[in-house]
């Protein structure tokens, strides 16, 4: 998650304990908040415009309503920092996309297939000479058909990558994209014409525009969310909860506690596309509570005493 999107999160929260709070801890909470924005001007800005969406939505509740309207005030204010935090414009007009938790297999015009995780967005342009996706947000595998005469690229912000083979990932992150090969080899060139590389069966890649930023080898088979599922191996909870805020509408957040290099780790497989069996299952083997404020707006923590 990057430190602004982190904001906007904990901006959020605090909205929702400020508008909640009773009277006896409203000045406490009040406190702690202004403690907290005064550590970076962001902060401050951020927590505003939440706020003023949050007024937008319950300007006009009555006060015999008020808990149930707060209630649809934070799931509108968190699908609106969401939608400007996660969702660019360019989503909603794409050629092809896939909701919050939603994996969509995809046939393209050439018999090339493409397998779309939560939350992406593509564009095809393909022409008698290319075929080329353009990856708008998120994540997708390639399985190319081969067709010499035209190459099949994927291209993002950053880089442009072309199938000198078969199956390749490339994902969309904050500041970087990754491309990983799972079979065969891919040529990648970063936007800004630095020297490109090429990268093989069982290696990935992370470049910006202007070249590569990290290396890493990786196992050859098919990514896990592809098949609709979420592995782990002695994972930390930042890592599983990070994983599956991806899946799902909303904010999706992690207590600090867990957060600390002595908290329990989790191995095992999780459903990609039901992120509320996800966490029930999570919760169960981990003995952790899963604590819903809203549909919109879900807690991962230690049981309550």
Known sequence: MSELNRIRQQAAEWVVALQTAGADEHARLQAECDTWQAKDPRRRQVLEQIQRMWRATDATAERRRRRRRQATGLGAVLLLVLAGAQWPWAYWGADYRTAAGEIRTLTLPDGSQVVLNSGSAIDLNYSDTRRTVKLIRGELLATVAKAPDRPFQV?????????????YSVRLDDGFTRVAVQESTVAVTPRDGADGLKLTAGQQADL??????????????????????????????????????????????????LAAPDAPRFTGVLPANNSDAALALLADTLNLEVRYLTPWYVTVRRPSP
């Open 208 to 257: 910006n525009r202007q070249g590569v930023i990290a290396r890493a080898d990786i196992p050859r088979q098919r990514p896990d969310w592809a098949d609709g599922r979420l592995a782990f191996s002695k994972a930390p909870l930042t890592e599983v909860v990070e994983r599956l805020a991806r899946h799902r509408s909303g904010l999706l957040t992690l207590d600090d506690a």
């Open 155 to 167: 291209a993002t912000r950053d880089l442009t990558a072309t199938a000198l083979g078969t199956e």
